[in-house]
């Protein structure tokens, strides 16, 4: 690819006997480059549109969903309490197989987060929980921990894992889409405040979105893919009730 120039018009005038000349050039482009140019204004549509108001309160009750987020709440019937969510601040039930809660603060239970490409949520961890690898498709993650001593973890696309053992107060970053968890390797239960950069960032959790789709990935497909028979997968699904 290269770029030259030409000069496209050359004006001249005379003042006091000396010629002037006034040149202005443009840039002419490879075929490449054109093209390129060209394509740009199409690929720059595909990313979300800025909010074109102060804000858009989510009305939920409406259908439809825009690239943007959901249909918004007529201003006249929004008030204080649509930017307020008490969502976050009771601890969650931990009473299941994995000791663990994700209690969800988007735009889902909060809608006054609408367009405004924010959310959070709150993580709590019984003594040895887990909250299992899983993965967030639209939105990179920070997470803050609050109460004791949590395991955080992500692994690269070059399947390196990073991870760190922290105390309250201080972060951790995983980048967006990367397979991550957390888990209590304290004394004590733990919690955790994690923060997203869309307002629904959506999650994958790894097992069971293998075990437990529906339909069912083909026994075949998992036990090749994880290298075991065809009855360990079944044993497997049922733990995730497929």
Same mark, same amino acid.
Request: proline residues 7%; aromatic residues 8%; charged residues 15%.
């Given at each position: 690819?290269? *770029?030259?120039?030409?000069?496209?018009?050359?004006?001249? =005038? =005379?003042?006091?006997?000396?010629?002037?000349?006034?040149? %202005?050039?443009?840039? $002419?482009?490879?075929?490449?480059?054109?093209?390129?140019?060209?394509?740009?204004?199409? *690929?720059?549509? !595909?990313?979300?549109?800025?909010?074109?108001?102060?804000?858009?309160?989510?009305?939920?009750? #409406?259908?439809?969903?825009?690239?943007?987020?959901?249909?918004?709440?007529?201003?006249?019937?929004?008030?204080?309490?649509?930017?307020? /969510? #008490?969502?976050?601040?009771?601890?969650?039930?931990?009473?299941?197989?994995?000791?663990?809660?994700?209690?969800?603060?988007?735009?889902?239970?909060?809608?006054?987060?609408?367009?405004?490409?924010?959310?959070?949520?709150? +993580?709590?961890?019984?003594?040895?929980?887990?909250?299992?690898?899983?993965?967030?498709?639209?939105?990179?993650?920070?997470?803050?921990? +609050?109460?004791?001593?949590?395991?955080?973890?992500?692994?690269?696309?070059?399947? +390196?894992?990073?991870? %760190?053992?922290?105390?309250?107060?201080?972060?951790?970053?995983?980048?967006?889409?990367?397979?991550?968890?957390?888990?209590?390797?304290? %004394?004590?239960?733990? /919690?955790?405040? $994690?923060?997203?950069?869309?307002?629904?960032?959506?999650?994958?959790?790894? /097992?069971?979105?293998? !075990?437990?789709?529906?339909?069912?990935?083909?026994?075949?497909?998992?036990?090749?893919?994880?290298?075991?028979?065809?009855?360990?997968?079944?044993?497997?699904?049922?733990?995730?009730?497929?």
């Amino acid at each position: 690819m290269y *770029l030259h120039t030409h000069n496209i018009y050359t004006k001249e =005038r =005379r003042e006091g006997g000396r010629e002037m000349a006034f040149r %202005k050039y443009w840039p $002419t482009a490879s075929p490449l480059l054109l093209y390129l140019i060209l394509a740009l204004p199409p *690929l720059a549509a !595909f990313a979300d549109p800025e909010p074109l108001q102060d804000f858009c309160v989510a009305d939920l009750n #409406k259908p439809g969903q825009s690239g943007n987020g959901f249909p918004c709440k007529l201003v006249s019937n929004v008030t204080v309490d649509d930017f307020v /969510s #008490k969502r976050l601040s009771h601890r969650g039930n931990t009473s299941n197989p994995l000791g663990s809660k994700v209690t969800a603060g988007n735009v889902l239970s909060f809608p006054g987060l609408n367009t405004l490409g924010i959310s959070m949520n709150r +993580v709590d961890l019984d003594i040895g929980g887990l909250n299992p690898p899983h993965s967030h498709p639209r939105a990179s993650e920070m997470v803050l921990v +609050v109460k004791g001593q949590i395991l955080v973890a992500f692994v690269s696309t070059s399947n +390196v894992l990073y991870s %760190k053992v922290l105390g309250p107060g201080e972060l951790f970053v995983i980048p967006r889409g990367l397979v991550h968890f957390q888990q209590n390797v304290g %004394k004590g239960k733990a /919690s955790a405040v $994690t923060a997203f950069n869309s307002q629904l960032p959506g999650v994958v959790l790894a /097992s069971t979105s293998l !075990f437990g789709a529906q339909p069912s990935i083909p026994d075949q497909v998992l036990a090749k893919a994880f290298r075991i028979d065809r009855g360990f997968v079944k044993e497997i699904r049922s733990k995730f009730g497929s």
